[in-house]
């Protein structure tokens, strides 16, 4: 079973910035669709990107969409998600998920069910 090593993340100012990191355990990444989701405080998890195997293709949730960045480095084996302008209201744990696919797509990538593997969270607090 991959496990997804995750960090970064911590305190910031609003308005500030923040980077998570997502790596596997072990094995090569490049098979992995990509995700970035949040849960907020009472709230359920909610998607925040993807990224498509070889990167090429990006999607992100409307909210962030112009703020946060997505992006991976295959070589490296890692997935990051650069945060800006962030809002204390996006105090949130941070989740990596992961699913192998065969094509270099996003389809379905908001839906959580596909997805088998992920990091044990990062917390990103912001404050006013």
């Known amino acids: 079973q991959v496990q997804l090593v995750q960090s970064g993340g911590g305190l910031v100012q609003a308005g500030g910035s923040l980077r998570l990191s997502c790596a596997p355990s072990?094995?090569?990444?490049?098979?992995?669709?990509v995700a970035w989701f949040r849960q907020i405080p009472g709230k359920e998890r909610e998607f925040v990107a993807a990224?498509?195997?070889?990167?090429?293709?990006?999607y992100y949730e409307h909210f962030v969409k112009g703020r946060f960045t997505i992006s991976r480095d295959n070589a490296k084996n890692t997935v990051d998600l650069e945060m800006e302008w962030l809002q204390p209201e996006e105090k949130a744990v941070y989740y990596c998920?992961?699913?192998?696919?065969?094509?270099?797509?996003?389809?379905?990538?908001?839906?959580?069910?596909?997805?088998?593997?992920w990091g044990e969270g990062t917390q990103v607090a912001v404050s006013t």
């Open positions: 990224i498509s195997r070889s990167g090429i293709r990006t």
């Open positions: 072990r094995e090569a990444f490049d098979r992995y669709t």
């Open positions: 998920e992961a699913q192998i696919r065969a094509d270099d797509e996003l389809e379905d990538v908001r839906r959580r069910d596909p997805y088998d593997h």
